[in-house]
């Protein structure tokens, strides 16, 4: 056993880690230690990260959400104002249609009036024309005033029987 070289191999192992296993030991462990914990504030600054990124995921889809339904209703309330206005756009064409035809009614029926008197007018005038020359051809020049006075005293009746 003593000449064997693994078991001196052994014992010089052995030997350099109870000698210097102390003083290896501690940097290693620190350097170890030192690396975990830098991975593990990496980690931990990830995770932040993540948290942060997942965070304002969320408020950009919220905010896009509340953009997207106010243009919704923008648009709608567009569309309701667009046909509000066209539905008041047509109901005052629409009056002012009907006015106008009305006045048009009403200055047809007043040119018929207007016609009217004059064709009656004309036609009393042609009339009284026609009786005075008929009158004057056919009666006597004393008859004249006789007719003349009869009629004025008759007036008061007949015009009292037209009012009624």
């Known amino acids: ?10 014992v010089a192992f052995v030997l350099f880690f109870v000698l210097f296993g ?3 030991w501690k940097p290693l462990v620190s350097a170890l230690d030192g690396r ?7 980690l931990d600054e990830a995770a932040r990260l993540r948290r942060e990124a997942e965070q304002m995921l ?3 889809t919220r905010d896009r959400e509340a953009a997207l339904a ?3 209703e923008l648009v709608e309330h567009s569309l309701r104002e667009a046909a509000n206005i066209a539905l008041k756009a047509r109901k005052d064409a629409e009056e002012i249609a009907a006015r106008r035809e009305q006045m048009a009614k009403d200055r047809i ?3 018929e009036r207007s016609a009217l008197r004059e064709v009656r007018e004309t036609a009393v005038d042609i009339a009284i ?3 005075r020359e008929t009158l004057a051809a056919s009666l006597p020049a004393d008859v ?4 003349i006075d009869k009629s004025i005293g008759d007036l008061p009746t007949a015009l009292s029987q037209r009012a009624a």
Do not use: C, N, V, Y
Not at 36 to 42: G, K, L, M, V, Y
Not at 144 to 147: E, L, S, V
């Open 109 to 111: 029926a007043s040119a």
């Open 70 to 72: 106010e243009a919704k």
């Open 1 to 10: 056993m003593f000449h064997d070289p693994r078991f001196w191999s052994a």
């Open 22 to 24: 102390r003083s290896l």
């Open 58 to 60: 969320e408020d950009a």
């Open 129 to 131: 024309q026609a009786t």
């Open 36 to 42: 975990a914990e830098r991975i593990r504030a990496e």
């Open 144 to 147: 004249d005033g006789k007719i």
